[in-house]
């Protein structure tokens, strides 16, 4: 079975600040992994995911996400923290590299932005 | 890019009723649908998967014939949640594949606010 682990449930950061999401994969097959950001009341936005080709993804809005192996994690960063990037991050795993079969989700961080 | 249209968008129901909750997708043919579930401060919780013109699959522990699913085409799949209890009060949320679509992958709908009173 896959799953995901998000450390931190919350994380606050300065505005400029770097941001770093954690996220801890468990898989006994090669995984496809996902970052979904989520605004109040909306559903989810696809931000990068990983599908076995390059290890750093680049994704939208700036977030970059690195898959290491060794470590089964796939944290996601972004060098400047924005206002606008206050929202409900959600880690994913799937056994498919375009997230078209079930997907498990991490239970979540709640980015803060501190003006 | 794909879109897929989820309405209503927020409803308040009195217990015992039922509410429908409607995905459409609006420029791909949805062949499989997937319905969450998510709790206040919570992640998804996937109900059930449906794909069109056949029965849908629901995960272990969710009542289908209590969240009853039709996908009985390949744009609309409806989530009906029938005699709906205070409990059933959550946020639902659909998402869609299709084959024209492959690297699109999930599509997600904006999300239908239950409130059951």
Known sequence: AQSVTQLGSHVSVSEGALVLLRCNYSSSVPPY????V?????GLQLLLKYTSAATLVKGINGFEAEFKKS??????????????DAAEYFCAVSDSPFGNEKLTFG????LTIIP | GAVVSQHPSRVICKSGTSVKIEC???DFQATTMFWY???????LMLMATSNEGSKAT???GVEKDKFLINHAS???????VASAHPEDSSFYICSAKGWEAPNYGYTFGSGTRLTVV
């Not at chain 1, 239970?107 to 709640?110: D, L």
């Open chain 1, 33 to 36: 992994l996902f970052w979904y």
């Open chain 1, 38 to 42: 989520q605004y109040p009341n909306q």
């Open chain 1, 71 to 84: 470590e089964t994690s796939f944290h996601l960063t972004k060098p400047s923290a924005h206002m606008s």
């Open chain 1, 107 to 110: 239970t979540g961080t709640r």
């Open chain 2, 24 to 26: 459409r997708s609006l």
């Open chain 2, 37 to 43: 579930r998510q709790f206040p401060k919570q992640s």
């Open chain 2, 58 to 60: 629901y995960e272990q």
């Open chain 2, 74 to 80: 390949l744009t609309l799949s409806t989530l009906t």
